[in-house]
């Protein structure tokens, strides 16, 4: 039996509710389906003093113990996934078969990072014969982490691994508009026996609670997934009171499809990627840059197979795109495509939203957009696509490469030369090439340029959890 669960607080080991609330909307019909206990300064800091505690005892536990809590809690997951996917899509709107996919996605970053608990190896440096010299890695301390709505479970889910896996404790304000991700985390932590205090829950004013957490001196480093402008202001707090942050910012993905590969399975993979979400994810595929001699297939193509999308709600059968998650996105929406439309852009597909409850955009395909055209330049942030003619590799790499952003990128070829290329001029963190498919528990994700920094997930993921201490031992005085 699925339902939503009670929106709760968690903190020092207990659920606690408060007096303040905040409606949650199925984005779907904008019904209200829960109230969100909202935290109190006495809450907050409560939340601190529970952090400070845990981290003492968390960061003195063995790495195997760390990982036999993690492991437990995630496979309490997979046997809840039922009920976590329902959740997800009452309160987001993705299709029923995207939000399993998505506990079994955070399910994986918690099982890689147990793994790599037991994997953050020292070092003894060559030194003379009576001294040496030890480098640890050591937990960093307590985190504050603030996790997106697009996501609901798997974006609190690489805060969460990557702190705990690396011995730190961490207080997670998760988004108020989708909060039943986070809270299901906790009660499998709760339920594996994570100590009291190792991870805490709050929700409330966004603005408020990270003025209050990051200065405390408790907090040692802030973590983040959200906009760019976000993340500039929270690394503003943070260095103002010499916190180290690992910030995953927003995206404006290119594609590069390149003039040796089938337009039709390129338009057709792009198409399934760019619905995915509705959209709404900081790697989505979103600048379409194809070769001309291509052009018209893939545009064609992409078009076709974006009208033949079904939207409706997600825990309908057979749907396949859901409704964006809030009001502000489909306003948001609207007002690029009325730009783009403006300076001269061909609308192919979509670009008017059916009448009726629900934040519900479709899928909508632009063609030869002008540079100056917004949509260009700002992350939409939800289901539409850009598509561009271009000469040539040098041509597209430019044109890719000339916003600030630099999260993901994609390209389509079967040359080893163009791949070359492609790995050695593309700037972003992440390039994928004949795949949409951005990260994986096992490979290191994060931006360059205004999208970031720091990188989550891979062998590299715990290093913003943990501080180098080097050692000089001398035998004798």
Known sequence: MTSYPDLELYIAGRWRTSSDTLPVLNPADESVIGALAIASRADLDDALAAATDGHKVWSRTAPAKRAEVILKAAALMRERVEEIAYSITLEHGKPLAQARLEVQRG???????????????????????????????QPIGPVAAFSPWNFPMSQPS?????????????????????????????????????????????????????????????????????????????????????????????????????????????????????????????TSPTRFFVHEKLYRAFVETFAERAKAIKIGNGLESGTQMGPV??????????????????????????????EGAGYFYPLTVMAELPEDA???????????????????????????????FGLAAYAFTHSASNAHQLSERIEAGNLSINTL??????????????????????????????TVKNVSHRMTI
């Open 158 to 282: 690489r805060k969460v691994a990557g702190a705990l896996a690396a011995g730190c404790s961490i207080i997670l304000k998760a988004a108020e508009e989708t909060p039943a991700g986070a809270i299901h985390i906790a009660r499998a932590f709760h339920d594996a026996g994570l100590p009291a205090g190792v991870l805490n829950l709050v929700f409330g004013i966004p603005g408020d609670i990270s003025a209050h957490l990051i200065p405390q001196p408790s907090i040692r480093l802030v973590a983040f997934t959200g906009s760019t402008a976000v993340g500039k202001h929270l690394t503003e707090i943070a260095a103002r009171n010499m916190k180290p942050v690992l910030m995953e910012l927003g995206g404006h993905a290119p594609v590069i499809v390149c003039d040796d590969v089938d337009p039709v399975a390129a338009a057709e993979a792009s198409v399934a990627r760019k619905a995915r979400n509705t959209g709404q994810v900081c």
């Open 107 to 137: 399910c994986e970053f918690f099982e890689w990072d147990a793994a790599e608990a037991m994997r953050a190896y020292g070092r003894v440096i060559p030194s003379a014969p009576d001294i040496r010299y030890i480098v640890l890695q």
């Open 437 to 466: 498919e951005a990260s994986v528990a096992e490979t290191p994700f994060g931006g360059v340029k205004e999208s970031g920094y720091g990188r989550e997930g891979g062998a590299e993921g715990l290093h913003h959890y943990m």
């Open 325 to 354: 998650a809030n009001h502000r996105r489909k306003n948001a929406l609207e007002t690029l495509v009325r730009d783009a439309r403006d300076k001269g852009a061909r609308l192919l597909a979509g670009g008017e939203c059916a």
């Open 374 to 404: 917004r949509a260009m330049r700002e992350e939409p942030f939800g289901p539409l696509a850009l598509i561009n003619p271009v000469r040539s590799l040098d041509d597209a790499i430019e044109k890719a490469n000339a916003l600030p």
